[in-house]
């Protein structure tokens, strides 16, 4: 069984950091591509950033742009996201995912094969 793990959720007050780290365990694994998606209240799961290993190349969702950065180890299966600058409306269930094939777009929570259970992230006004 894979698993996947986050960690470094919290409280925070707007304009401060947080990093987020997604640890993997169990069975080894490859995958094309891994990143984050997060879930506000009454709100669907929605794509934030993930991370292509070959190349390493990044994507965003316009709203994070600029602000958030993810990276990671292509040999763990492990992959880091940095909140700079965090808004009220940043708050959310955030989670990691694996993507195990090159099919479908960068963004499409459906694509990923791997999830982790989440951890809650609350910016105070």
């Known amino acids: 069984q894979v698993q996947l793990v986050e960690s470094g959720g919290g409280l925070v007050q707007a304009g401060n950091s947080l990093r987020l780290s997604c640890a993997t365990s169990?069975?080894?694994?490859?995958?094309?591509?891994m990143g984050w998606f997060r879930q506000a209240p009454g709100k669907e799961r929605e794509f934030v950033a993930a991370?292509?290993?070959?190349?390493?190349?990044?994507y965003y969702a316009d709203s994070v742009k600029g602000r958030f950065t993810i990276s990671g180890d292509i040999l763990k299966n492990s992959v880091d996201l940095q909140m700079n600058s965090l808004k009220p409306e940043d708050t959310a269930v955030y989670y990691c995912?694996?993507?195990?094939?090159?099919?479908?777009?960068?963004?499409?929570?459906?694509?990923?094969?791997?999830w982790g259970q989440g951890t809650q992230v609350t910016v105070s006004s």
């Open positions: 991370i292509i290993w070959s190349g390493g190349s990044t």
């Open positions: 995912a694996a993507k195990k094939f090159l099919s479908s777009v960068i963004s499409d929570r459906y694509a990923y094969s791997y």
């Open positions: 169990g069975r080894p694994f490859s995958s094309y591509a």
